[in-house]
């Protein structure tokens, strides 16, 4: 089967299933080819409902995860997202489709530099990257920015990291899951003028997100 019909049938069978039929997110998901971003001994799984290995023990998430946290948080056109985790690449080209920028960290330089190799030759313009710990966010990060409209965290924490929630501009919204090791709930915290808000949107299980503020080694 040709992937542009398996791309169909993830989309009608794993997503609109689900309960997610926002018009701007299917369209991405149809747009991007995730099987580019998964390793060629892994390619003919890649739109299987289910994460896939990347190698140095990370996964590209499942289709649905991905879908759901873009879904949560509203990308709009003009926001500047932060995303912690680059992995892949593959969700940092589903925003990049939806946002004015996408500024996105990753501690294994090896993965931040074979996804920069694929998004530039897939030819996104809007995306800035960074290796270094995700629980620190875009602190001395290029160019510079201090503050997010949406932050997404595509790595478990024990708790939502301070350095975090500071880099969220009010009225931004940051979605992470938080939790031990083997199950977290996926949060979605959005900023106020007096404080935050917070909201639990059920289980999920993510790779550990190891920094200052995350897990340790």
Not at 16 to 29: M, N, P, S
Not at 35 to 57: A, C, M, Q, T
Request: proline share 4%; net charge neutral; glycine share 8%.
């Amino acid at each position: 089967m040709k992937f542009e019909d398996q791309r169909k049938i993830m989309i009608r069978s794993q997503i609109e299933a689900r309960g997610i039929h926002t018009k701007k997110i299917l369209d991405v998901l149809f747009k991007v080819k995730r099987h580019l971003f998964v390793p060629i001994e892994n390619r003919h799984l890649s739109y299987n409902d289910s994460p896939l290995s990347i190698g140095k023990g990370q996964t590209i998430s499942q289709p649905y995860i991905v879908a759901l946290m873009m879904d949560l948080i509203d990308i709009q056109p003009e926001d500047k997202i932060l995303e912690i985790g680059t992995g892949s690449g593959y969700q940092t080209a589903l925003i990049a489709e939806l946002a004015l920028e996408v500024y996105t960290v990753e501690r294994i330089g090896v993965l931040s530099e074979e996804a920069k190799q694929i998004l530039t030759e897939m030819g996104y313009e809007n995306i800035f990257y960074k290796i270094s710990d995700g629980s620190q966010g875009w602190k001395k990060g290029f160019p510079q920015c201090n503050e997010f409209n949406k932050i997404i965290v595509s790595a478990a924490a024990p708790e939502i990291p301070r350095s975090l929630l500071k880099q969220l501009c009010v009225g931004g919204m940051l979605i992470i899951p938080t939790g031990n090791r083997f199950y977290q709930e996926l949060l979605v915290v959005e900023r106020e003028e007096k404080g935050y808000v917070q909201k639990n949107h059920g289980g999920c299980a993510f790779v550990p997100l190891i920094g200052k503020e995350g897990w340790k080694f």
